[in-house]
């Protein structure tokens, strides 16, 4: 008692948290509008918002000088929240941000808890509360009546709900409360003896909020069937059973932790599995995501009416659990009944530019809070192998978003020992604002030009639920840079084409430490076609390759090399000629000299074919006469004009005749 009265004392003199309203968006509009000037409809006040059907999202903010949270009061809400409106967007995300000028001070930080609503949802109707993290006693609440898409207007419209008779005041809440305040809802109750429903009026012991619901109290007959319509229209209702405390159904689900072996759960790295197996036939396993350990709370209670979400096979039940989510789950099963929350260690999941790093190897989840290392929350990386003087360097640092709020800081280190904190506004926090929170990439980025004294980068997170900061460090040394050069002859180079020549190329090779990028322009104007690079460690070779040139190959070109030690350029000049006339006549000379001897060639050889044509034609016509030189005594006398013997050689147009022996003309 003495403690409860200690803690009452000490939470008057803290100033409670402060509520107010500061973005929403019109329905089917994204465009976000940062107002305190919300449209609200009749009924509304103090800590009551009255939110008409216009507008499609709102952002409540609460802020403090100590940790705060949200509180969900309204007993529907935790299975509202894992409904998606028509739109599929989830209808409640809640953020934490830390803002401070030091690290230490902690009189001056700055807390804030954002909830945001989103959909056209009524079930969205309900009391909210930010209060100091641990302590219900310091809180500030408001209540939300949410149009959206009314009617129906009742939150519960269409449910079966049940509601206890507290014996000790005779008395009983129906949760009959709707999404405008100015909405008439009437009860009636089911008459058993008749079939029949009665109007039960408003009066004596019989009281209506439209934030609450209907109070009954010392009314005779209270249990029994009731049923609230809301402006008399019969289709939205709901339906309410009052039951005595001592039934069955009275008694609150509830939660165990049991394990009993052979049961148990785990995570299969090499499959993204998380699994539970039971000690006979396949548990049920129920899952939800949930980016913030406000919203797992919220959603808990859904999973007290267990639907099974996962694939069964014998024993076991499996879900995939993606490496940039957390949530919660429980499972259920012979041997087995707990509810875990998960959530993974920072290993970089997004590469540069935000693009999902697919190839990060998995992680065991963590299945609680104090198991969680905090050290492995974050992850700090740049994006250089090599860091020199004058280079402006990105630095990276991803933090978990379940674990940690908004509100990173940068120090920067330098070789005398000396640390200064980065003001805020340097820096981008590149976690997105999306209604989908828990992909948030959540990496915020800083960029340093870096010089010799520059030794350390360090990256600190605010522990969203304490004041603590969780930090990360990353140390390197800053080297001096060397300026580029383009190796080759000073001044303008010129070079010489012909018109058609084929396979030509511009080269120009750079040194420099660290490699220089290059850049190509002709005529003044950037060049980005048919160049290639190629490099190493402190030098690249870029060429400009030309298939065939032409008279627009013609002109100057500059090759360009950059870092951060110095800048260089390097002009060619392109001169593009015609081939020469001379040669062309040489060539048609020696084309005819080559003809003439050709035609002359064959005059030649007709004539030697005639010639000897005529020789085979006399040779023809001729008779030859058959002599034997040797054994013929019988000759005929000597022909006094042709008188040849088989001595004699006939030369005529090349024949040799020396086998013809002696003839006479017939």
């Avoid at 090499?270 to 129920?286: D, E, G, I, V, Y």
């Avoid at 996962?310 to 995939?320: G, L």
């Avoid at 200064?420 to 990439?441: C, H, M, Y």
């Avoid at 396979?503 to 190509?520: A, E, L, R």
Wanted: with cysteine.
């Amino acid at each position: 008692m003495a403690a409860s009265l200690f803690i009452l004392l000490t939470s008057a003199s803290v100033t409670p948290p402060l509520i107010r309203p500061t973005s929403w968006t019109a329905s089917d509009d994204f465009n976000w509008g940062s107002t305190a000037e919300v449209p609200q409809g009749p009924g509304g006040g103090r800590n009551i918002l009255v939110i008409p059907s216009t507008v499609d999202g709102l952002v409540l903010t609460c802020n403090a000088s100590y940790p705060v949270e949200w509180v969900f009061h309204h007993s529907q809400l935790p299975s509202h929240a894992v409904q998606r409106s028509s739109r599929g967007r989830w209808l409640t995300v809640v953020s934490t941000t830390r803002k401070s000028d030091s690290l230490y001070d902690e009189k001056n930080f700055e807390y804030i808890a954002d909830i945001r609503f989103m959909g056209l949802s009524n079930a969205i109707t309900g009391n909210y509360t930010c209060q100091k993290v641990g302590s219900e006693f310091v809180s500030e609440s408001v209540y939300v009546f949410w149009e959206g898409t009314s009617p129906p207007f009742l939150t519960q419209q269409g449910q079966n709900n049940t509601a206890v008779l507290d014996t000790a005041t005779n008395s009983s809440v129906l949760l009959c409360t709707v999404a405008k305040p100015d909405v008439l809802v009437a009860l009636y109750k089911f008459q058993t003896n008749g079939s029949t429903w009665t109007e039960i009026k408003k009066g004596s012991g019989v009281e209506y909020d439209s934030k609450k619901g209907f109070t009954l109290t010392n009314l005779p007959e209270m249990l029994g069937k009731y049923k609230c319509v809301a402006n008399s229209d019969e289709k939205d209702f709901t339906t309410v059973h009052v039951i005595p405390s001592n039934s069955p159904e009275a008694k609150p689900l509830e939660f165990n932790d049991l394990i009993k072996r052979p049961a148990f759960f785990g995570y299969n790295k090499q499959t993204q599995q998380l699994f539970c197996c039971s000690r006979s036939t396949a548990p049920k396993l129920m899952h939800f995501y949930c980016d913030h350990p406000v919203t797992c709370r919220m959603r808990k209670n859904a999973l007290l009416n267990m639907e099974n979400t996962s694939t069964r096979n014998s024993s076991c039940s499996s879900v995939r659990l993606f490496l940039q989510n957390a949530g919660i789950f429980r499972c259920q099963g012979d041997g087995i009944d707990i509810v875990r929350e998960y959530f993974f260690p920072m290993g970089f999941q997004f590469g540069f530019g935000g693009m999902y790093n697919r190839n990060r190897t998995a992680e065991d989840p963590y299945f609680s809070w104090k198991a969680a290392d905090p050290s492995k929350m974050i992850s700090l990386r740049y994006w250089a192998k090599k860091i020199y003087v004058g280079q402006n360097i990105t630095f990276g640092c991803q933090v978990s978003s379940y674990y940690f709020s908004r509100g990173v800081r940068w120090a920067i280190g330098w070789k005398n020992g000396s640390h200064i904190l980065v003001k805020e506004a340097l820096v981008n926090d590149t976690r997105t604002s999306g209604p989908v929170q828990w992909f948030r990439r959540n990496i915020n980025s800083l960029v340093v030009t870096a010089d010799l004294n520059l030794t350390t980068i360090g990256c600190y997170a605010p522990v969203w639920n304490t004041s603590e900061w969780k930090s990360q460090n990353v140390t390197f040394a800053v080297l001096p840079s060397i300026a580029p050069k383009i190796l080759g002859s000073a001044g303008v180079e010129i070079i010489e084409w012909y018109v058609n020549d084929t396979n030509k190329y511009i080269q120009c090779s750079v040194f420099g430490d660290p490699v220089p990028s290059v850049t190509w322009k002709k005529d003044d104007k950037f060049w980005y076609k048919y160049f290639r690079s190629t490099s190493n460690e402190t030098s690249l070779t870029s060429r400009i390759n030309v298939t065939r040139v032409s008279y627009g190959t013609h002109g100057e070109y500059v090759c360009t090399a950059k870092n951060v030690g110095g800048i260089v350029s390097k002009t060619y000049k392109v001169l593009v000629h015609e081939k020469s006339s001379s040669g062309v006549v040489v060539v048609i000379v020696i084309s005819m000299i080559c003809l003439v001897l050709s035609l002359t060639g064959i005059a030649y050889l007709v004539m030697r074919m005639k010639n000897q044509r005529d020789i085979i034609n006399k040779l023809a016509v001729s008779a030859f006469k058959d002599v034997d030189v040797v054994g013929n005594t019988r000759r005929d006398p000597p022909d006094p004009i042709f008188d040849f013997n088989t001595q004699n050689v006939i030369q005529e147009d090349g024949f040799n005749h020396a086998d013809a022996g002696s003839y006479r003309r017939m």
